[in-house]
């Protein structure tokens, strides 16, 4: 434990109070409240594991019986999240995606299970993955049909939820494929969401309403927070650095649209966690966590459990980069400047403190070093007059105190990110 004591003008001990009071006033002032969707959940980003950039529409069981859409996929996946620990740090909805269903409903019009890959049925899985501790999510489309080309819920939207209901599903991923109009698919999310809160079960209303009205017309989030817990705004996530980059561009370029719908209860959703697949590099791995964290984005991880490796594992439940991630303030971090392919992106936290993501964006040549003055960080008020600064990502290390009028400097490797985290000492003193 560090104690730094130091002696300060009363002008400047009375500014940075008044800063840091209005600031403050600020955040609490912004904090979307009762015009959330009014079901209680979501209060943090939803974290756990959602099988589609992974395994994507595989339903040949006889082929490849390890990667198909099958129960026995999912039950191992459960197992996994029980034992290895990914339970106890936050990742506990195990979500099914497109694929899952027969071709045709039911004589009753219900949706069903395809009865070769899902056996047990819907319901059986459910209890299973609860008695692991466990949530289960699941999948469907607002159009007449799945992305896939499964059944889809439009004219059974209360049928639907009541199924889901009835099969024990915590979390309902609504799709919006095959849909006729802008105005079809806005009154089938609104349609879907009342239903789901009709049934009286908690379930999770992960929409898809903003990323298919983009390309019409301007999202009405307002709209959109009332009715759904996380949405998407872009195209799918690839295991790509040019697909996580493109994905990051969208957020900065849109963030005075969409930041400040992001609150308790309701947020915005870049698409799931590729890190340990095969297609980002180690810093990458590093730069989609840290940034994720910054976003306040739902975790959703999209990778097979069963072969990730130590260091994926160990990037993913970390505890601290989590922290950020569900820190319950609830504000979404934007990015602060880029400039000579460098990018600063930072988050308000709880407890006046902060998160500062430093981003090396340039694809060529070794690590860079990048300079920035602490007090144009946290809209001038998060090192005033002094903070404590620790190095999450990639290695934990405190870097110790600094100043307001002070620079901190740090080395950054290509398509890498440094994490840092701003914050309060209760040992910190200022002496009159």
């Known amino acids: 434990m560090v104690t730094v004591t130091m002696k ?8 940075g109070c008044l800063l840091a009071l209005c600031f403050l006033a600020q955040v609490l002032w912004d904090i979307p409240g009762v015009w959330a969707l009014d079901n209680g959940l979501a209060m943090t980003p939803t974290m756990g594991w959602l099988h589609w950039e992974r395994f994507m529409c595989n339903t040949d069981c006889k082929e490849e019986p390890d990667s198909c859409i099958s129960e026995k996929l999912f039950m191992q996946m459960a197992d996994l999240m029980d034992s290895d620990g990914w339970k106890e740090v936050g990742y506990e909805y195990l979500c099914i995606d497109d694929c899952w269903m027969a071709a045709q409903r039911d004589s009753k019009g219900r949706l069903q299970a395809d009865p070769i890959r899902f056996p047990s049925g819907i319901r059986h899985l459910a209890n299973y993955v609860h008695s692991k501790g466990l949530k289960l999510g699941i999948y469907a489309d607002v159009g007449k049909k799945t992305c896939a080309g499964f059944p889809g819920s439009f004219g059974y939207y209360d049928i639907d939820a009541e199924t889901f209901a009835d099969w024990g599903v915590d979390l ?50 307002t709209e959109i927070r009332q009715y759904c817990n996380h949405w998407r705004n872009s195209g799918d996530v690839y295991d790509s650095w040019q697909s996580v980059k493109s994905i990051l561009e969208w957020t900065s370029s849109n963030q005075k649209t969409i930041v400040s719908a992001a609150g308790p209860g309701g947020w915005n959703d870049p698409d ?70 460098f990018e600063v992106w930072e988050r308000p936290l709880s407890s006046l403190a902060w998160a500062v993501a430093m981003v ?37 290390t405190k870097l110790g105190f600094y100043e307001w009028t002070s620079c901190l400097k740090t080395r950054i490797n290509p398509t890498g990110t440094v994490l840092l985290l701003l914050g309060r000492s209760q040992t910190f003193k200022k002496l009159p």
């Open 172 to 221: 309902l991923k609504f799709d919006g494929c095959y849909c006729d109009s802008v105005e079809q698919l806005a009154d089938g999310y609104k349609h879907m969401s009342l239903a789901l809160n009709k049934t009286g079960r908690s379930i999770v209303y992960s929409c898809e309403w903003p990323l298919y009205m983009w390309p019409f017309r301007k999202p009405n989030y």
């Open 360 to 396: 090396n964006l340039q694809e060529i040549g070794g690590p860079r070093s990048y300079t920035i003055n602490i007090a144009s960080l946290g809209q001038g008020v998060a090192c005033n007059p002094a903070c404590f600064i620790t190095e999450l990502l990639p290695t934990k």
């Open 272 to 341: 799931m966690l590729v890190i340990g697949n095969f297609g980002l590099s180690w810093d990458q791995q590093i730069t989609q966590m840290a940034l994720w964290a910054i976003m306040a984005a739902p975790l959703l991880m999209s990778n097979d459990l069963r072969h990730i490796s130590l260091q994926a594992k160990m990037l993913l439940q970390n505890k601290d980069v989590i922290a950020i991630n569900q820190d319950p303030l609830g504000k979404q971090g934007y990015l602060l400047r880029k400039e000579d392919n």
């Open 8 to 15: 300060l003008t009363s002008r400047v001990q009375h500014l």
